[in-house]
C-alpha cells in the first residue's frame, strides 16, 4: 500500500490558478500510475487526469479542456494538478489516488486504484 497526503486547495475565485499535491509515502513511487479524481457535492466521484509510471498524461478533455496539467516528480514521491483559469464548476473535493496495477485503459476507472488520499477542498467563486 502507499500512503496519499493532498494539499493545494482552496477559496479562489474565478479565472484564478491553483496547483495541489500530492505526497506518497510506502511503496516505491515510480511504480505506480497516480490519478486525481474530484468529487462534487451530490455528484459521483469523476475523473480529471492521470499521470503514467512513465510520465506520460491523460486528461478528462471534457471537463478540463487544457486548463489542467498533471506532472509528478519521483524523486519527492509527488503528483502535481496545475488548475488555471478555474471555474465555479470546477468546486469539489479533490483527490489522488495510487495504482501498481492499473493500465490506459482503465485509468479513468476509480475502482482500477487501490491507495486514496483523504481529499483537499476545491472551492471556486464567481
Known amino acids: 500500500q502507499v500512503q496519499l497526503v493532498e494539499s493545494g486547495g482552496g477559496l479562489v475565485q474565478a479565472g484564478d490558478s491553483l496547483r495541489l499535491s500530492c505526497a506518497a509515502s510506502?511503496?516505491?513511487?515510480?511504480?505506480?500510475?497516480m490519478g486525481w479524481f474530484r468529487q462534487a457535492p451530490g455528484k459521483e466521484r469523476e475523473f480529471v487526469a492521470a499521470s503514467s509510471r512513465t510520465g506520460g498524461s491523460s486528461y478528462d478533455t471534457n471537463s478540463v479542456k487544457g486548463r489542467f496539467t498533471i506532472s509528478r516528480e519521483n524523486a519527492k514521491k509527488t503528483v502535481y494538478l496545475q488548475m488555471n483559469t478555474l471555474q465555479p464548476e470546477d468546486t469539489a473535493t479533490y483527490y489522488c489516488?495510487?495504482?501498481?496495477?492499473?493500465?490506459?485503459?482503465?485509468?479513468?476507472?476509480?475502482?482500477?486504484?487501490?491507495?486514496w488520499g483523504q481529499g483537499t477542498q476545491v472551492t471556486v467563486s464567481s
Open positions: 489516488a495510487a495504482s501498481f496495477s492499473v493500465i490506459t485503459s482503465q485509468y479513468r476507472n476509480d475502482r482500477a486504484y487501490a491507495s
Open positions: 510506502g511503496r516505491t513511487f515510480s511504480s505506480d500510475a
